[in-house]
């Protein structure tokens, strides 16, 4: 079973990205999934997540109403949208997958898949 994501790269403030994550493996189509991400010296942190529907989702406060979680189950795929990137985003955005839950969680413990991780660099 397998995360990858993509889409990272070096953006300026201001700037858009989307992230994809594409599960193989197995399909996630009936589970949360979410991401996280991790600045350099700092814990990794939630961003978002979405139910298996894609009815219910969650969002950082900080990143609320500039990103946009989707998925489309027919492409085993979750997306992230960033807009209005600030350099404060700067980091190493992963996506995971919860096959245990049906809630959407904002804890990386309740998520027993993980990504490998994609770099989003966005530069003042």
């Known amino acids: 079973v397998q995360l990858q994501a993509s889409g990272g790269g070096l953006v300026q403030a201001g700037g858009s990205l989307r992230l994809s994550c594409a599960a193989s493996g197995r399909t996630f189509s009936s589970n949360p999934m979410g991401w996280f991400r991790q600045a350099p010296g700092k814990e990794r942190e939630f961003v978002a997540a979405?139910?298996?529907?894609?009815?219910?989702?969650s969002y950082l406060d900080s990143v609320k109403g500039r990103f946009t979680i989707s998925r489309d189950n027919a492409k085993n795929t979750v997306y992230l949208q960033m807009n209005s990137l600030k350099p404060e985003d700067t980091a190493v955005y992963f996506c995971?997958?919860?096959?245990?839950?049906?809630?959407?969680?904002?804890?990386?413990?309740?998520?027993?898949?993980w990504g490998q991780g994609t770099q989003v660099t966005v530069s003042s």
């Open positions: 995971a997958a919860d096959s245990r839950g049906l809630r959407v969680g904002v804890h990386g413990r309740e998520y027993d898949y």
């Open positions: 979405i139910s298996w529907r894609g009815g219910t989702t």
